[in-house]
């Protein structure tokens, strides 16, 4: 007697139990993701009946200048938003790993984490106000691009930070001391040392503020002015005036798009730990 009770239902039920949950945990996030490609090529426009195989929609989406125009808008917030929320994020969960004790550290600490808790109509109308009234008085800025990528800093900082904050609680302290007792300087341990340990985190950090600004609805509802329309706005407004298979096709590309980068991201990630294993292996032999 080990001490150890028997399971109530027996190991292969459990067994069973926990690769059928499995299965529909799978099934309940990606068949809608399924479904939304596969009706991408019907050719019926009624998004529920399926009429046929047909490229069409995707022909169509080459001429819609609305759908391509909010395309390109949202890919370049997207972009800038993430480079940016990454280098301030780094910078913010360094100071809060690094520097223990320093004046208003809690306040700091709260104002970072602020967008993850708060609901995003809430920061959005913040934001819009703030917005109003600095143009009131200064005559800028206008509502467009630039706001738009604002909204999204903010809320991608937040994500940025807790992410590399977590990989930075995780390094070992010893091989940063080492480096300073070996004669480097303090930003050079920085940017040759603590860098490298951290660049999955902040290549995650990069995908998921990338993705988070690139189908955020609300923050570019609030924040956004004429002329300045992102997709997930456009395809809001459609949706709103029914599904049409145009708009499985955007998705559909969109899908495409972030799969490959997650897929070039992770693999470029996996050789770049598989190198670095080995010239610590090396490092150890000789």
Not at 69 to 80: C, H, I, P, R, T
Not at 85 to 101: D, E, N
Not at 107 to 126: D, H, K, Q, R, Y
Not at 209 to 225: E, H, K, N, R, Y
Request: with cysteine.
């Amino acid at each position: 007697m080990n001490g150890k009770k028997p399971p109530i239902f027996g190991e292969t039920f459990n067994r069973r139990f926990g690769k059928s949950w499995l299965v529909g945990g799978y099934v309940f996030l990606y068949l809608p993701i399924v479904a939304l490609v596969i009706y991408s090529f019907n050719d019926s426009p009624l998004p529920t009946t399926w009429g046929g195989f047909t490229f069409k929609w995707y022909g169509k989406l080459v001429n819609d200048t609305e759908m391509l125009s909010g395309f390109w808008l949202s890919l370049k917030v997207a972009f800038f938003t993430a480079c940016a929320s990454v280098v301030l994020g780094m910078f913010a969960a360094f100071t809060l790993v690094k520097y223990k004790r320093f004046f208003g550290r809690t306040m700091f600490t709260g104002m970072v984490n602020a967008p993850l808790v708060m609901p995003e109509v809430i920061v959005g109308l913040s934001l819009l106000l703030m917005l109003v009234s600095v143009q009131r008085w200064l005559g800028f800025p206008e509502r467009g691009a630039a706001t738009i990528w604002m909204g999204h800093l903010l809320l991608g900082l937040a994500y940025a930070t807790v992410v590399i904050q977590a990989r930075l609680q995780d390094l070992n302290p010893q091989i940063e001391e080492a480096a300073m007792d070996l004669g480097a300087k303090p930003h050079q341990v920085f940017y040759l040392v603590t860098m490298p340990m951290i660049a999955q985190a902040l290549a995650s950090a990069w995908l998921l503020t990338f993705t988070l600004s690139l189908d955020d609805v609300v923050l570019s509802a609030f924040l956004s002015g004429p002329g300045s329309t992102t997709m997930p706005l456009v395809i809001f407004s459609r949706a709103r005036l029914g599904l049409n298979p145009s708009v499985n096709a955007v998705a559909t590309v969109i899908i495409f798009v972030v799969s490959i980068a997650v897929i070039t991201a992770s693999y470029l990630i996996a050789r770049a730990e598989r190198q670095r294993a080995k010239e610590i292996a090396a490092a150890q032999r000789s």
